[in-house]
């Protein structure tokens, strides 16, 4: 039996972040009071109209932009017709012919490697209602009606279901990066449609596709690949491949399989036509300039510069570039002069455990870039240990106050390398029997001396500047 390759595309659908919705005045926001964030235009009234949301339009783009699209030459909408009960035009808003983006291409990191991805297109579209089903009723929740949603369609380029989610995630980062949207799963602002085929492995033609419809969290489209390849997968071995039938099929989360919705053939008439209640819109040269200057540094590019450019390991990088605003808190210390191993380090420790602890962001953290630079100065300087630096650090944070205020002169580190050569005299002159069996290989007890050093000075002394001492007197 030839080996069978999986080919997987994606429609990732992303609800964007606005004041209102892309079409009505409604209140763009997640709430879970039903039918609270709706306007006449979203229940379909007799005598709305729609009004394009401009930050919406120009979000979509900065997205189509992050992604090296085609753009157009003029934005125009289109009514893609169908009947759904969580649908009250009877139409969608939607793009066809012109979408925001078009043939774009970018890179993302599988297992360490990088990948190019082909993107088929990018459109904006309003987002239907939400329909609660029980045991002998239906009820709809118009706040979702409207919702700006950005779809963004892939080509089949995804070969597991590890490629297909390393793609989600990165996309989830570009969104988050452009602050566009929070991209949060848990309230529905990500769902994704999974179109899944096999083929043999010396064969270029693809096997019968299926559509597995909005999956509602990354780990449930990991598992809806692994499913439909294992059906897929048997059913050919079985030499019943004929019963892969092109269908649309849902997420049965509690089954943990696919289950068929409805058949379907290649062409599906919406008949689209062009939305006629709003005008076209030119895209100039000058425009798509001004939304290029509000694009950042992304987050693969800033892992790789972190990488190649500053020595820091994969895994910090990777922690690093997660979020913007951690990002750029690590930049703002390399721009004040900070070592990067060592701010990547208080980054990834010390302030991440306490962002988590306490639950609060680090654009809200009293401990700036440049305290953090005055307390790794004081231990550069030798004026306080590590270990000190680190209960200053609580300090600053819980009382609110600068850095050198919690420095005393009676807490300072003793880096005085006369004061020290006095005190590790006196021990070496007390402890004759340790020094004989240091000397005859018993190297362990220089930690020996380190730490009656460390017990006279209560903890003070610079423990380099301390070995150092207690080195070149033993060796001498």
């Avoid at 009606?145 to 989610?165: H, I, K, M, Q």
């Avoid at 053939?265 to 819109?281: L, Q, S, T, W």
């Amino acid at each position: 039996m030839k080996k069978q390759i999986p080919v997987i595309g994606l429609e990732m659908h992303c609800e964007l972040k606005s004041n209102s919705k892309v079409f009505s005045r409604a209140k763009n926001e997640y709430s879970e009071l039903p039918n609270c964030n709706v306007a006449p235009l979203d229940l379909a009234l007799p005598g709305t109209l729609p009004v394009v949301n401009k930050k919406c339009v120009e979000d979509a783009l900065k997205v189509s932009l992050a992604l090296n699209c085609t753009l157009p030459d003029y934005i125009c909408f289109d009514r893609k017709n169908y009947y759904y009960p969580d649908l009250p035009k009877g139409y969608q808003i939607t793009q066809m012919e012109k979408p925001m983006g078009v043939n774009g291409k970018i890179q993302i990191e599988v297992d360490g490697k990088l990948k190019d991805i082909d993107i088929h297109d990018v459109h904006l579209e309003e987002d239907a209602a939400s329909l609660d089903h029980y045991f002998d009723t239906s009820t709809i929740d118009y706040n979702r009606c409207g919702v700006p949603l950005l779809e963004l369609v892939t080509e089949p380029c995804f070969n597991s279901a590890r490629e297909a989610l390393a793609f989600l995630e990165h996309m989830r980062d570009i969104y988050k990066y452009l602050d566009v949207s929070d991209a949060d799963t848990k309230k529905g602002q990500i769902r994704c449609d999974v179109n899944v085929s096999i083929r043999d492995e010396d064969s270029d033609i693809l096997g019968t596709r299926v559509e597995v419809k909005n999956v509602n969290s990354l780990a449930g489209v990991v598992d809806t690949i692994n499913y439909e390849i294992a059906r897929q997968t048997k059913l050919k071995e079985e030499g019943r491949y004929n019963e892969v039938e092109q269908d649309t099929r849902r997420w049965d989360e509690e089954a943990q399989k696919t289950i068929h919705m409805r058949s379907k053939v290649d062409a599906i008439d919406y008949k689209y036509f062009g939305e006629p209640n709003i005008p076209m819109i030119r895209v100039k040269d000058s425009w798509i300039e001004d939304l290029k200057k509000e694009i950042p540094r992304l987050h693969l590019e800033r892992k790789y510069d972190y990488i190649n450019n500053y020595g820091l390991s994969n895994y910090d990088a990777g922690i690093l570039v997660k979020e913007k605003k951690i990002a750029d808190y690590f930049e703002e210390c390399l721009s004040l002069g900070l070592d990067a191993k060592v701010a990547s380090n208080w980054i990834t420790t010390q302030i991440m455990g306490y962002l988590n602890k306490e639950e609060t962001e680090i654009k809200d953290l009293y401990l700036t870039p440049k305290r953090l630079k005055d307390l790794i100065d004081l231990i550069n300087e030798g004026v306080i240990s590590s270990k000190q630096a680190k209960e200053i650090f609580f300090q600053v944070l819980d009382e609110k106050k600068e850095v050198r205020e919690f420095i005393k002169e009676e807490d300072k580190q003793i880096s005085d390398k006369e004061k020290l050569e006095s005190i590790i005299d006196m021990i070496i002159k007390d402890s004759p029997k340790q020094v004989e069996e240091y000397h005859n290989g018993r190297t362990n007890l220089f930690d020996y001396f380190v730490g009656q050093v460390m017990k006279n000075t209560k903890g003070k002394a610079n423990p380099v500047v301390t070995k150092e001492i207690i080195k070149e007197k033993l060796d001498n």
